[in-house]
């Protein structure tokens, strides 16, 4: 018998527990398939914080690492926290304590018709650059670093080069090393070294503002785009707009050399949105699809494509989120998607 999978379930703020409402069936459908799971529901989001101060305490960060495989995570992110510290806490935490370096944000059609016919993915790295929060503020005065170390670049890269391989599509390189030397510099130098590694992938480096206007112009040359953290945030926003828009955009976060059991964290991509929490009006399309990667990524293929291809079929016969020009709720929405799962 395969063991048993835990996955940890943080629905957050916002509209992640409506979004993630909406995934808790689809791991008991699995689970009804024959696939040994069970799950590890967390309090940990704003509510949480302002009762007790706390945003992930270590004793459950060391269960989440040690103690669980998988994460599915909703959105963290409250106007009643407004610098925004316990999300920064949870998120860092989770990305830089667990090594989540890769970051998978896959752009396909989702909404048919929506724009030109594209299969984009985006690997985005999880851990470093400016999104480290080092710096300082002084008056007149604000410094925000960027840190880029080799190894974290180098992993970030070896998958996404091991990626392109596997897809037969070019890769291409978003950077700035014209003017960040430093920094992006470093990423030239490993890429052209996985270039010598990688012989078979067609790969080039392509300044990040010309890559953008190639994209806005025709994204169908495009096939896997790698990234710094700042870079990829951006970029992979870009390309969700060509498929539907964030609501449909799924993420996975991944340790490629894996040094903890707990290994994975996936989450749509759209954040929280406070304005539209509790009115029913959030599109769980990303979470499922969120949820369709941690299931590949698990190795449960068969159950990853049956929820791919019931978000296709939906959208396909018209079930549309508000976002999407439709008027289905959230509830309304994933009921139609998994009404379409094989049983």
């Known amino acids: 018998m395969d063991k048993t999978i835990r996955i940890a379930l943080i629905p957050g703020d916002g509209v992640g527990p409506e979004v993630m409402a909406e995934a808790v069936p689809c791991l008991a459908w699995a689970r009804s398939r024959g696939r040994n799971l069970e799950t590890l529901p967390l309090p940990y989001g704003a509510d949480h914080f302002l009762r007790t101060g706390e945003t992930l305490p270590g004793t459950a960060f060391a269960e989440l690492r040690d103690g669980c495989d998988a994460i599915l995570f909703g959105a963290v992110g409250d106007p009643r926290v407004p610098d925004g510290r316990h999300a920064e806490e949870i998120l860092l935490r989770l990305r830089q304590g667990l090594d989540l ?20 993915e985006v690997f985005r790295e999880n851990t470093e650059g400016p999104y480290c929060l080092q710096g300082s503020t002084e008056p007149g005065r604000a410094i925000d670093l960027a840190v880029h170390t080799e190894p974290a670049v180098r992993r970030l890269l070896e998958a996404a080069f091991d990626h392109a391989r596997a897809r037969g599509c070019t890769l291409t390189l978003a950077h700035k090393a014209n003017v960040l030397k430093h920094g992006h510099g470093l990423w030239m130098r490993v890429f052209q070294d996985l270039q010598r590694t990688f012989p078979e992938v067609p790969a080039k480096g392509m300044h990040a503002d010309a890559l953008l206007c190639a994209l806005v112009q025709d994204p169908s040359p495009f096939g896997v785009i790698a990234a710094d953290n700042y870079l990829g945030d951006l970029i992979s926003d870009l ?14 976060s991944w340790a490629p050399h894996r040094p903890h059991r707990c290994s994975a964290l996936a989450e749509p991509v ?16 990303g979470m499922l699809l969120s949820t369709a990667l941690l299931f590949r990524h698990l190795g449960w293929e068969p159950e990853a494509g049956a929820l791919e291809a019931a978000v296709a079929e939906a959208l396909e016969a018209g079930a549309r989120t508000r976002d999407l020009g439709g008027n289905l709720g959230t509830v309304a929405m994933g009921a139609a998607i998994r009404d379409r799962l094989p049983q």
Request: aromatic letters at 4%; a positive charge; glycine letters at 14%.
């Open 101 to 120: 370096t890769v970051n998978f944000r896959p752009c396909k059609p989702r909404v048919p018709r929506s724009g030109p016919a594209l299969d984009i």
């Open 239 to 252: 390309t969700a707009a060509f498929v539907g828009g964030m609501g449909v955009a799924p993420s996975l």
């Open 270 to 285: 759209h954040g929280s949105a406070p304005d539209l929490a509790g009115q029913g009006l959030a599109n769980p399309v």
